[in-house]
């Protein structure tokens, strides 16, 4: 789908979940054949806003207090929500980013292994393939969406991408 709800919502989750069900359903059963579902389009960049109160809850998860975090990343911010919006100008975001690309990555990746699971679960052919199309940039700028693409191939069956950028002359 190409729309912005947050799948780690459970609204958003639930939405997501109908929308494949729907879409599964109502193609097998108007007897279509499609050769790939694709589950979902620029991910990265759909939901990238909306994870800030996911993204703090995983920071106290894994460090507990900001004087953790800090120690790891070098930093000196004076709390959890100084680090998410970069106010402290001289300081390195390295170590924030470096952690958001994990965890919306292991997020994705998570998601997307459910949503291949119940698009299986729907449609029982043998050769059901699954796909994700990904801004072009991930591919070379893993940053750009947070997508881990190792992780994410290995639950695909294709993993492909759209343009975006001109190749060639």
Known sequence: PFSGFNFMNPVGRK???AYFRCGVSLCLSNRLNPWAWELWNEPGIQARGELTNEFLAYLLRRYGQVSNANRAWGTTFSGFDEAL???AEKQSLAGPFTD???FFGDAVTNFLADMV???RSMDRRHNVVCTIQPH??????IGFEGIDPFKTAKILDIYTSEGGLTFGG
Do not use: D, K, P, Q
């Open 15 to 17: 939405l997501y979940e």
């Open 85 to 87: 919006r970069g106010a």
């Open 100 to 102: 958001y690309s994990a």
């Open 117 to 119: 699971g119940l698009v």
């Open 136 to 141: 072009v940039a991930a591919f070379y700028n």
